[in-house]
């Protein structure tokens, strides 16, 4: 089984900025994609961000230019750098992966990010 941990969240005011690190632990997998998700009260899950193992990266609209994904493979850590946060950017994010072990798709626990205006 791949275990995903996730530490970074928190409450800051607008403008400010956050980082949220996930680490995958467990042998005998690789891992794939890496990404964010986020979940806003009574809203539905969105992708907020990706990246491959070759680095590529894509972001929702509404991120652009404000987050930054990065990984780390020799950790199997990913990141987002969040920065001019939004209040509403706040929302549970969640570390999600694909990995070449069963059930291939993992979800972190989730970390409350707070945005004050």
């Known amino acids: 089984q791949v275990q995903l941990v996730e530490s970074g969240g928190g409450l800051v005011q607008a403008g400010g900025s956050l980082r949220l690190s996930c680490a995958a632990s467990g042998s005998g997998f690789s891992i794939r994609t890496m990404g964010w998700y986020r979940q806003a009260p009574g809203k539905q899950r969105e992708a907020v961000a990706g990246i491959t193992s070759s680095g590529s990266t894509n972001y929702v609209d509404s991120v652009k230019g404000r987050f930054t994904i990065s990984r780390d493979n020799a950790k199997n850590a990913v990141y987002l750098q969040m920065n001019s946060l939004k209040p509403e950017d706040t929302a549970v994010y969640y570390c999600?992966?694909?990995?070449?072990?069963?059930?291939?798709?993992?979800w972190g626990q989730g970390t409350q990010v707070t945005v004050s205006s």
């Open positions: 999600h992966v694909w990995a070449t072990m069963s059930p291939f798709e993992y």
